[in-house]
């Protein structure tokens, strides 16, 4: 019996790495029902929606989370894998974010588990980006970093069915974000790959409400203007970034996020990595069989 909705919350309070896998959605042939069929027993613990740079598919994604739920359940029994999306919008400052909230509450709606806010860039607009995830009824840490939150009633209509649920207030008590709210199943994460971001992550990484962060080695490096060459071992200044993001997350109880692979994924484990890039099934395999994990995929 599952204890949790998100699948990847439930790993994480076992302490448990999480894999995850995905494609921009401007593959067409990616966000369909069909897909989401397939994917409904995929051997990843969450999937990525990259919206970014793909296409801003409200119509792709509410039936691709139809097909995960209809092909469904997976095979650790919940509903669907975890499905977090990343937001178009940059996390450059608070009115940014206000202004282009309505991405938030569209993709919300769609039943989906979490969020990931790229370029995340300064505590105001990771405040107003959690905001902007809650219902106001949820009050834990409002005055206490946070304010109200501006997510309107209505969005739980479809959302409370691909979450296995029936009863809209049950719903809007449960989508809220973890750890912030202990018994919240949204999962919201952040990108710091700018040198502002870099700079502000301390402050940034206090804000409470976010479950995991990365540092993204491609836009960093842009910032710092490296050119970066295929094959090259990394810049010492961006194994620097990735270590003081670390370190920000470690202190705030945030999962960090590192790539591996088949021949690193042990010693990336041991760094304490909790979110696994690389999109690797291998790697995944190796790395569920080093920690133990007892449940199924």
């Known amino acids: 019996m599952t204890k949790r909705i998100n699948r990847v919350i439930e790993l994480f309070e076992d302490d448990q790495p999480v894999y995850y896998t995905g494609l921009h959605s401007f593959d067409r042939d990616y966000l369909t029902y069909e897909q989401g069929k397939k994917d409904a027993s995929i051997w990843a613990d969450y999937i990525n929606i990259g919206m970014e740079h793909g296409a801003f598919d409200m119509g792709g994604l509410e039936a691709y989370m139809d097909g995960l739920v209809d092909g ?10 975890t499905v977090i999306v990343e937001l178009p919008v940059q996390g450059e400052s608070a009115d940014i974010i206000r202004y282009n909230a309505w991405q938030i509450r569209q993709i919300l709606a769609r039943g989906v588990h979490g969020i990931l806010l790229c370029e995340a860039t300064t505590p105001d607009a990771v405040a107003a980006f959690v905001e902007s995830c809650r219902y106001k009824i949820n009050e834990i840490g409002v005055g206490f970093g946070l304010k109200d939150g501006t997510r309107g009633v209505g969005s739980e209509f479809k959302a409370k069915e691909k979450w296995g649920l029936s009863d809209d207030n ?11 709210n202990p018994n919240g199943e949204i999962l919201l994460g952040l990108k710091i790959e700018t040198l502002a971001g870099l700079n502000n992550c301390e402050q940034i990484l206090s804000v409470p409400g976010i479950g995991f962060a990365e540092m993204g080695p491609g836009d960093m490096s842009m910032s710092m203007k490296i050119k970066r060459v295929p094959g090259s071992p990394p810049d010492p200044r961006i194994e620097e ?14 999962k960090f996020l590192e790539s591996a692979n088949p021949g690193n994924i042990t010693e990336i484990i041991d760094t304490g990595a909790r979110v696994i890039a690389g ?9 569920r069989k080093y920690t133990g994990r007892q449940m199924k995929v």
């Open 72 to 81: 469904g359940p997976t095979p650790s029994g919940h509903v669907t894998p």
């Open 279 to 287: 999109q690797s099934e291998e790697a995944a395999q190796i790395g």
């Open 170 to 180: 049950d719903y809007r008590s449960k989508a809220d974000p973890w750890p912030l």
């Open 241 to 254: 970034a990735s270590a003081r993001v670390k370190k920000a997350c470690d202190k705030n109880g945030i």
